[in-house]
């Protein structure tokens, strides 16, 4: 009774060490499907949100409110999947979209750069200087993506509970870790753990419906009472009042709505 | 019959894990404790060694030539120690150059950041935020060390098999995650990898053996062939080749030795200068 997200590089056996750990436990797997239901949910192109997250952002897309719309929307759509508990996600930053869920068991599966290479060069026929090529092309994008969002490296072992190196390790090896610490107690869902999951389904969506709209916004939930931060002025904040209103109108499970005036928004908002 | 080595970003949780893992595993424990007959049988004080392994902010620190040596004597000793297996080893940056061996399982432990920086303000009487910017300077130092002394990243994790947080993993688990792991096949000494054990262990005592008249040598070994590369002007080449050979081919286990000598061309062009 778990959520795993597994970060991963391209050609790095992370896929494969995913659905094996999830049919291990019987878990549900997925990795796209979260794009596909945000792009259905919200109806905006599969293609424009896996540029959203996939890309480095430039210069102007870091101030872009769209690019942070769409990131709500992929947050939400994963979110409705966690309510549902024992899932393994290995899309693109589950570690860093589930931040705050105490019972995410967050893994990266690395590969040595050779190995991945070796693995490139098969798939896509071409020769090593390419394959090597895309691959640090690749690693590097979806740093400087991390970089710009959330200011960390997705290489950072700090933001991973376990890292497991595919080399002298097999897949099947990791699959077993992975299951096994999986199963310890600080990764059961308990019941304050489910009502946090259903919190932040709550945040997540009042996030969504307000991202397209405002971008200096943060929001919380605890026991189903909604808090909203918002950065700017007096008419800012009456403007994020009224649109927060009508959204949470809309959603159930909402006991209260709070909007404070702040500085500067908590960490522990989305 | 395996070894493992641990490593860690707080000193003390590496030594609970790797007593924790001795113990339940029945390895010997390798640790610091050997620090003193390195310093005896390399003539090199204790304080010294000791001050090789830890890395320094501070621009005054042991000169190169030492610290290379007593890296070396530490090296050599620990290499010793593995070869007799079912070995728990940490504290003495193994992790950084035992390479290459199968049979080593390499974990490396993250402690409580929060944790470490509550320490690093008690033990430096310094509120949090202040603790915080310390800790962040000495992970750069440490990170820093390691590539300079060894040229590798230990914060690299391709350099281990597996990195476990402890934030959210108490140290039962991660004990008992490691005694698992390295009870897989794969982590069973074999004639290869014991080979290749001895190979580095005879490589590094050649090396220490050399290091006392020539600090610029690179060796490797090949059960009992030695390859060692230095740099010398043309005009010592043919001593230099001659007394390295001499040197090591006295050391016990070698019975051929190939010396490479390169261009010096920095004294070259200081002598020509």
Avoid at chain 1, 23 to 51: Q, T, W
Avoid at chain 2, 205 to 233: H, I, P, Q
Wanted: glycine share 4%; hydrophobic share 40%; aromatic share 6%.
């Amino acid at each position: 009774m778990a959520i795993i997200t597994i970060s991963r590089g391209s050609y790095s056996k992370g896929k494969e060490v995913a659905e094996k750990v999830a049919s291990h436990l019987g878990y549900k797997c997925i990795s796209r499907e979260v794009l596909l239901d945000a792009s259905e949910h919200f109806n905006i192109p599969e293609m424009k949100l896996v540029r959203a997250i996939h890309d480095a952002p430039s210069i102007l897309d870091r101030f872009s409110r769209t690019r942070q719309a769409f990131f709500a929307y992929i947050r939400y759509a994963l979110a409705q999947h966690v309510k549902e508990d024992n899932l393994v996600y290995h899309g693109l930053a589950g570690h860093l979209l589930l931040k705050g869920i105490p019972n995410v068991l967050k893994v990266r599966v690395i590969a040595d750069l050779a190995d991945r290479i070796r693995a490139e060069m098969k798939r896509e026929r071409i020769s090593e200087e390419a394959a090597r090529s895309l691959l640090l092309k690749d690693d590097e994008e979806r740093r400087k993506w991390t970089q710009s969002l959330y200011g960390v490296d997705p290489q950072d072992s700090s933001l991973y509970d376990l890292v497991v190196h595919v080399h002298k390790l097999t897949v099947d090896d990791a699959v077993e870790i992975i299951s096994d610490t999986a199963q310890r107690t600080p990764f059961k869902t308990t019941k304050q753990v489910r009502q946090k999951m259903e919190d932040y389904g709550l945040a997540c969506q009042l996030k969504a419906g307000l991202a397209d709209s405002f971008d200096n916004v943060g929001v919380k939930s605890e026991y189903g009472s909604i808090l909203v931060y918002a950065k700017g002025n007096d008419h800012y904040v009456q403007r994020v009042r009224k649109r927060a209103t009508e959204v949470t109108g809309r959603m159930s499970g909402v006991n209260e709505l709070e909007v404070h005036a702040v500085r500067k928004l908590p960490l522990d908002v989305v | 019959m395996s070894i493992i080595l641990i490593s860690s970003d707080h000193y003390e949780t590496c030594r609970a894990v790797a007593q924790q893992v001795a113990e339940s595993t029945g390895y010997a424990l390798l640790d610091r404790k050997i620090l003193g007959e390195v310093a005896s049988a390399s003539r090199i004080p204790e304080p010294k060694i000791l001050k090789s392994l830890e890395p320094s902010s501070s621009t005054v620190g042991l000169p190169a030539k030492v610290r290379n040596r007593a890296l070396a004597a530490i090296q050599s000793a620990v290499m010793v120690r593995l070869l007799d297996d079912k070995v728990v080893c940490y504290g003495l940056a193994a992790h950084l150059y035992v390479l290459g061996v199968s049979h080593v399982l390499k974990i490396r432990i993250l402690c409580k950041e929060e944790e470490r920086v509550s320490l690093m303000a008690t033990e430096r009487n310094v509120g949090i935020e202040k603790a915080r910017k310390l800790l962040k300077k000495q992970e750069a130092v440490q990170k820093r060390w390691s590539l300079d002394v060894f040229g590798r990243d230990e914060t690299n994790p391709s350099l281990y098999d597996m990195v476990i947080n402890m934030s959210q993993i108490e140290p039962d688990e991660a004990v008992n995650a490691i005694v698992e792991t390295v009870s897989y096949r794969k982590f069973q000494s074999m004639t290869y990898s014991i080979k290749c054990l001895k190979d580095r262990e005879l490589s590094i005592r050649v090396r220490l053996a050399l290091m006392e008249k020539y600090s610029d040598v690179d060796v490797t070994a090949d059960g009992a062939t030695v390859v060692v590369r230095t740099k010398a002007l043309r005009r010592e080449k043919r001593k230099k080749t001659e007394n390295i050979r001499a040197l090591a081919g006295q050391i016990s286990g070698v019975s051929y030795v190939e010396v490479h000598a390169g261009r010096d061309i920095f004294r070259q062009a200081a002598e020509s200068a």
